[in-house]
């Protein structure tokens, strides 16, 4: 494949690493972001396996695992019985495998610190909001009418509401979860919760409160942890008008514990709610035009996948270009590449949610049920393990990489 010139819409995760893949492989690309000032929206998200190792076939595992907090077990149980409904632990499977607990910033840093070492090109302050097919060429048109390109390619990472997506031909029909969450980041004092292990409360499936620890994003920080109440995105506004005070009380009452994560909420500011949407394109490209990331498939983030496809999507369409002589042929083997491991988390994550986020009585009291058993009895545990873990079916072969060794890599231990 010649050299190309490559327009990357959006500088979230999928954008500044297509930006780094692409480069490293001779195109010449430029990020468009639509913010003055590029920045990560949001608290905190988990790194798997999977993300983990393209972030190290970047040259990035050392920068991401200082900031992040290794994270062995994800451990749920229901307030009423205290009943287990939720247990995976990545060592059910061998070979070391592990989760990487980050705060938004954290991987949002590592990965533009090191596009800005590299001098790509970012353009700031530019939505764009259509592209233009001319000559075998594209454009971007961005609002206010300016025109950028000519480009041979354009990758769209721009994420759940991409409007690139939205006007092209393979646009998927968008489902709005009911449910949300409000999330924040806050110190975590030592022993709060078990530091290795994403903690989680649940009352059915209508509340679900977690404590991620998220460590240290500087040495000179404190530890952190996030946050998060799930609820129904059509009551943010009445919970907020009943007040701090009342939403606290209700998250005491189902753990006490989480006082001094609730002391630091003194206002509505430091709580974000997040929306989520559920839509996976028919397939990954329309024309000269790409889709990585959330822009291809976005959904709750019940499964913790979404960070991690994205990086997976953006080294497979790095492999694809690098192994196809034109451009129709390098898209066609992208769209194949990730087809299989894309709609099966999608699915997975359609299917498991509602168990945890939604008004079923139903499904809550099967999960109460049921976790605890599928959790002990092999082959539960392991499969359990290679869902959260993302490498159910293998996704790393198709993008060119082999997973990390990671009872080599070494990994900051909480101090
Ligand atoms: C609360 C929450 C928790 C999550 N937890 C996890 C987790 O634990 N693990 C995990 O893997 N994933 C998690 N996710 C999902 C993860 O955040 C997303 O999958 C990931 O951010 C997708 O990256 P992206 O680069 O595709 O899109 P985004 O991060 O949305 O970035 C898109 C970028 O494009 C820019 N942009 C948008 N429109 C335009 C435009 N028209 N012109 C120019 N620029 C534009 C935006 O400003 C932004 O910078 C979570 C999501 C949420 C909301």
């Known amino acids: 494949m010649k050299s190309l010139k490559i327009a990357i819409v959006g500088a979230g995760p999928a954008g500044l690493a297509a930006a780094l893949f692409l480069a490293r492989a001779g195109h010449a690309t430029e990020i468009i972001e639509r913010f003055d000032n590029p920045a990560p929206v949001g608290s905190a998200l988990m790194l798997q396996p999977t993300g983990l190792t393209v972030l190290e076939s970047l040259g990035l595992g050392p920068a991401i695992h200082t900031a992040g907090n290794r994270i062995d077990r994800l451990y749920g149980t229901e307030t009423r019985h205290g009943r287990i409904v939720l247990d995976v632990r990545y060592d059910a499977l061998a070979g070391g495998r592990y989760g990487l607990a980050v705060h938004r910033a954290a991987l949002f840093d590592t990965l533009y610190d090191e596009v800005s070492a590299r001098r790509h090109f970012v353009f700031t302050g530019r939505r764009v909001v259509s592209t233009l097919e001319e000559d075998g060429q594209t454009y971007l048109v961005i609002e206010g009418g300016e025109r950028l390109g000519p480009y041979d390619l354009v990758v769209d990472a721009s994420g759940a509401r991409s409007e690139l997506v939205a006007a092209s031909p393979v646009a998927p029909p968008t489902r709005n979860l009911t449910y949300g969450a409000f999330w924040a980041t806050l110190d975590c004092p030592d022993g709060l919760v078990d530091e290795r292990a994403l903690t989680q409360r649940y009352d059915q499936a209508k509340v679900m409160i977690g404590v991620l620890p998220i460590g240290r994003r500087r040495p000179d920080l404190p530890k952190q942890a996030a946050l998060f109440w799930s609820l129904k995105v059509a009551d943010a506004d ?117 168990f945890y986020q939604s008004d079923s009585a139903a499904l809550a009291w099967i999960r109460d049920r049921l976790v605890a058993v599928i959790a002990k009895i092999p082959p539960g545990p392991q499969i359990l393990a290679s869902i959260v873990s993302g490498t159910l079916v293998d996704p790393f072969a198709a993008a060119g990489l082999s997973e990390c060794n990671w009872l080599q890599n070494t990994v900051p231990q909480p101090s």
């Open 238 to 354: 009445e919970v907020r008008r009943q007040g701090l005070d009342r939403w606290k009380a209700a998250v005491r009452g189902y753990w006490p514990e989480c006082q001094p994560l609730l002391d630091q909420i003194r206002d509505w500011d430091q709580l974000t709610l997040a929306r989520y949407a559920h839509r996976t394109v028919a397939t990954s490209y329309s024309g000269r035009t790409v889709f990585v990331g959330d822009a291809a498939h976005s959904t709750s983030p019940q499964l913790g996948q979404g960070a991690n496809m994205a990086l997976l999507d953006v080294a497979s369409l790095a492999h694809a270009l690098a192994g196809s002589g034109d451009i129709e042929t390098a898209l066609a083997a992208y769209a194949k590449a990730r087809r299989l491991h894309m709609r099966l988390f999608q699915l997975l994550s359609l299917a498991f949610t509602p």
